[in-house]
């Protein structure tokens, strides 16, 4: 017990060093004078506050709290939840709008687009900004396609004569500004075979005023291919060598076939040495030949006789004729 009364006779002491105890107070009275030694503080100490807009005095009494941030929109202090846009730049969730005044959008948890010092909602900004499909005229938001100078939706950029839809990196064809598939672009301003009427596309022959696929250039007598050969034209059309010197050639009068190689000149007309024969009896007749086209001199004895320009031999004259 002793011992307990000399720690509270100690405990008086510390607390009340003159030896009187302190004097008590009313609550109200004692936070009213808090309250105006605050103020009083306050109003002495407005000019030692620093650069950042803290009170040193707030500051070394453990009560820091900061100044109001400004929201970029309204200019006024941001005291809740903000929204840092456009640089940095603070706005009240409610001031963050699209800036197009039709619309007025809360951008608040929706996907925006800045152009300082404005910000636009999705459908503003496209409408505004963004580029158009040449087929459909409205704003394109996502992919795009880049052709002929113009911007398309994907599923706007089509052949515009059967309509196929252009896949990625698909060749198309380009006439008077529209896409054309190649198989119609082909069908509608590419040269055709003159043979088999179809499209020319890649590698092709011209020859006698008209084109060709290779496979389709041949004789067109015999059909022979002639894309490695040399070729004869007659009439437009090209034929191999053998076929043009059997259309060309003159006829034997007698059989009709053309007159290849060696020829008889006889009573104006022009045979095969043998189809030279008596025109009544059928014998052949042993004649002056000459090679055709050189004019030679005639060759052997004067063996028929003429009569209307058809030969005989010398019995079937006398028998006919004499």
Same mark, same amino acid.
């Given at each position: 017990m002793d011992e307990l009364d000399d720690l509270l006779c100690e405990l008086q002491e510390f607390a009340a060093p003159s030896g009187e105890p302190p004097p008590l107070t009313d609550d109200s009275d004692h936070h009213s004078s808090k309250n105006d030694n605050t103020a009083n503080n306050n109003a002495d100490d407005d000019d030692h506050h620093d650069d950042d807009g803290i009170d040193p005095v707030a500051a070394a009494s453990g009560s820091l709290v900061p100044s109001a941030t400004p929201c970029f929109a309204c200019n006024r202090p941001i005291s809740g939840a903000s929204l840092l846009a456009l640089g940095d730049r603070s706005f009240h969730q409610d001031c963050f709008r699209c800036c197009n005044d039709t619309c007025k959008r809360r951008l608040a948890g929706l996907p925006y687009f800045e152009m300082f010092p404005d910000?636009?909602?999705?459908?503003?900004?496209?409408?505004?900004?963004? @580029? #158009?499909?040449?087929?459909?005229?409205?704003?394109?938001?996502? #992919?795009?396609?880049?052709?002929?100078? @113009?911007?398309? +939706?994907?599923? +706007?950029?089509?052949?515009?004569?059967?309509?196929?839809?252009?896949?990625?990196?698909?060749?198309?064809m380009e006439a008077d500004g529209m896409p054309y598939c190649p198989e119609d672009f082909m069908a509608l301003f590419a040269y055709g075979c003159s043979k088999c009427k179809k499209p020319l596309v890649g590698d092709y022959i011209t020859a006698t005023g008209k084109r060709f696929h290779r496979e389709c250039f041949g004789c067109m007598a015999c059909k022979r291919p002639l894309a490695t050969d040399g070729f004869f034209e007659h009439d437009g059309n090209p034929y191999c060598e053998r076929d043009y010197h059997i259309l060309t050639a003159?006829?034997?009068?007698?059989?009709?076939?053309?007159?290849?190689? #060696?020829?008889?000149?006889?009573?104006?007309? #022009?045979y095969h040495p043998e189809c030279f024969q008596c025109c009544f009896c059928k014998i052949e007749l042993e004649l002056p030949t000459v090679e055709p086209g050189w004019g030679g001199p005639t060759k052997g004895k004067q063996g028929f006789r003429a009569k209307d320009q058809n030969p005989y031999c010398h019995p079937c004259f006398l028998k006919l004729y004499a």
């Open positions: 910000v636009y909602c999705e459908g503003c900004y496209h409408e505004k900004f963004g @580029k #158009r499909c040449a087929y459909c005229e409205q704003p394109i938001k996502e #992919r795009l396609i880049s052709a002929l100078g @113009k911007s398309f +939706h994907p599923e +706007h950029f089509f052949c515009c004569q059967c309509g196929k839809t252009f896949g990625v990196d698909e060749q198309f003159p006829k034997c009068a007698t059989c009709d076939g053309p007159l290849i190689g #060696r020829a008889v000149n006889a009573c104006g007309k #022009r």
